[in-house]
């Protein structure tokens, strides 16, 4: 068996897998839908969607197979990230000095035929294949192989989607709560701001110099914070929109 080396591009490769919060997440009907779309297509018992962590491939989804993961070092994947470009197909794995040993091969899944497509983020980093197998030999036609190529693509572009759905889940719950504290800082001293305002606009109120002076003094302060606050309220309108730049 040969195990197949790390890729040049390794760091940037597994801080790319992490950016996707995806490993160990549970199943989803979005990405088991085109391990079975590819699977019925190439006319396979096992379709996975693999993804390579440090020291392991695991397994978004499973058609066919129980495991969630395997050692890295077994995995035909990790062969196939090293060509992010190509098709890694192998038609008969007994044949194959590379995986002709593998504990995958010589036991169980049994695997015989492998074509595995590289999952490709568009700042070019491979994650891991959409990947079918057989337990016998055979190859891909071209169109099957087109098709393959095809919705490695959806899965990468479907990671995508599952990230930005993430962020506005985290970006509408900083708002909740935001706007929750917002209201309850701005109740309190709009209602002391008119509370003052009434009573210092009251002729009869029988204040004198002195406690208008004072609150005047509060009326000053609590019109303060309430600027300040509608200053915050902006400043998040203008990140949200972008033209806000956050320096922790």
């Known amino acids: 068996m040969k195990i197949a080396p790390t890729p040049d591009n390794e760091s940037d490769r597994l801080a790319a897998?992490?950016?996707y919060q995806i490993l160990d997440s549970e199943a989803e009907e979005l990405f088991d839908s085109i391990s079975k779309i590819a699977a019925t297509i190439c006319d396979v018992p096992i379709a996975l969607i693999s993804l390579i962590d440090k020291d392991r491939q695991?397994?978004?989804s499973a058609v066919g197979l129980e495991a969630r993961e395997t050692p890295r070092e077994y995995a035909f994947c990790s062969?196939?990230?090293l060509e992010p470009e190509q098709l890694l197909v192998v038609p008969d794995a007994t044949?194959?000095?590379?995986?002709?040993?593998?504990?995958?091969v010589?036991?169980?899944?049994?695997?015989?035929?492998?074509?595995?497509s590289p999952?490709?983020?568009?700042?070019?980093?491979?994650?891991g294949t959409l990947c079918v197998i057989d337990t016998r030999s055979r190859e891909l036609t071209e169109k099957q192989a087109d098709a393959l190529r095809h919705l490695s693509k959806q899965v990468c572009a479907n990671l995508e989607l599952r990230l930005a759905h993430k962020?506005?889940?985290?970006?509408n719950e900083a708002k909740n709560n935001f706007f929750s504290v917002l209201s309850h800082d701005l109740r309190s001293p709009i209602s002391s701001v008119l509370s003052i305002a009434e009573m210092l606009a009251d002729p009869d109120s029988g204040l004198s110099p002195q406690e208008e002076e004072r609150f005047k003094q509060h009326l000053l302060t609590n019109a303060r914070v309430t600027s300040q606050t509608a200053a915050n309220l902006?400043?998040?309108m203008q990140f949200e929109q972008g033209r806000f730049h956050l320096e922790p």
């Open 17 to 19: 897998l992490q950016r």
């Open 58 to 60: 695991w397994f978004k």
């Open 79 to 81: 062969h196939a990230i």
């Open 95 to 104: 044949k194959d000095p590379r995986f002709r040993d593998n504990p995958l």
């Open 106 to 116: 010589a036991g169980a899944p049994d695997i015989r035929f492998y074509a595995g």
């Open 119 to 127: 999952i490709v983020t568009s700042d070019r980093q491979a994650l």
């Open 167 to 171: 962020k506005l889940e985290l970006l």
């Open 234 to 236: 902006l400043q998040l």
